[in-house]
């Protein structure tokens, strides 16, 4: 039981501390002079854009818990679902283990307005496939239109390879939107049972969960210099790659894990300039969200703190 408790926290943080040596690797050549000017660099037009890109990464993700709250038919305010799915994401984001520091967030907001255990769980499993069928379909295209992609990772130069990966993915993502349409029998974990959504939801997952990828991904690209820039597809292709890592990782933020990837796949950027470009991501993405999320988590526990006392 200690094993279990410990074992992704401290898989984390040594991920955490393997992914900042190769960072530091990365950037011995490189001042916090040259990332402060690379900062400075980024124009208040292209902050603006990636700010709005921010925005638009968290209304999507709020559109997760509302298309879960539709699949297990519960209906709750609009604006608290959309606080509880910034707060949690913004929270989990920057904890690490998303799922499971998700579900503990939800389960305190959601249980507050009667939803049960089960109901959270299961309303945590779809957020969960939404993610995963989002970051496949994208992934799919993007391996599709550009199989030379991994070749900035490694010299394995096999664009069929590529592209049938690409292709792969997309087939997962068909074949789950063939089980809904047929009605196929519940995926069983145990005791636990999550029935396939029906068509209408499984678009709505298919439409509001890659809106959160591209728009996550055109945070760091906005903030990317035009010089050598490879161009938005490319940016969301090593975005993908970056931020699946990190996530697997199991890494507080993904904190080295996204760094160190990304700046593998613009090694022919100035390096400065990404680092720069990585910060406002850091910024816009995490570090304002998650002091937005602490206000939100005060104001909810004070408001239950006043009707436990009335």
């Known amino acids: 039981m200690i094993i279990r408790r410990f074992f992704w926290p401290v898989v984390g943080l040594s991920a955490v ?42 209304a999507a993700l709020a559109g997760y818990d509302h298309i879960a709250l539709t699949h297990i038919g519960k209906r709750l305010p609009w604006l608290f679902v959309t606080l509880s799915s910034f707060t949690t994401y913004a929270l989990s984001h920057n904890i690490g283990g998303s799922v499971l520091s998700g579900a503990v967030i939800r389960y305190r907001a959601y249980g507050s307005r009667g939803l049960t255990g089960h ?34 990772f490694s010299d394995m130069g096999h664009e069929w390879l590529s592209t049938g990966a ?40 298919l439409l509001v969960g890659p809106v959160e990828l591209l728009a996550a991904a055109g945070i760091v690209y906005f903030a990317l210099p035009e010089a050598d820039n490879p161009g938005y597809l490319i940016v969301l292709g090593i975005f993908l790659v970056s931020f699946s890592i990190a996530q697997i990782s199991h890494a507080p933020g993904g904190l080295g894990v996204f ?15 990404v680092v720069a470009a990585l910060l406002a991501f850091r910024l816009l993405y995490l570090i304002i969200p998650l002091l937005i999320g602490l206000v939100v988590v005060v104001l909810f526990e004070h408001s239950q703190f006043g009707r436990r006392s009335d």
């Open 17 to 58: 501390a393997f992914s900042l040596w190769l960072l530091y690797g990365e950037l011995r050549g490189i001042s916090i002079d040259d990332v402060g000017d690379g900062l400075a660099a980024i124009p208040a037009h292209r902050w603006l854009l990636s700010a709005l890109c921010a925005v638009a990464a968290y």
């Open 119 to 152: 109901e959270v769980g299961v309303l945590v499993a779809v957020c969960w496939i939404t993610f995963v069928l989002s970051t496949l379909l994208v992934s799919g295209v993007v391996l599709t239109l550009e199989p030379h992609l991994f070749d900035r």
């Open 166 to 205: 690409g292709l792969a993915m997309i087939a997962i993502v068909a074949a789950y939107a063939f089980g809904s349409w047929l009605h196929l029998q519940p995926l069983k974990l145990g005791a636990f049972q999550l029935h396939y959504p029906r068509l209408p939801i499984v678009a709505r997952q």
């Open 259 to 273: 760094e160190v990837v990304f700046l593998a796949g613009l090694s022919d950027m100035d390096p400065a300039r």
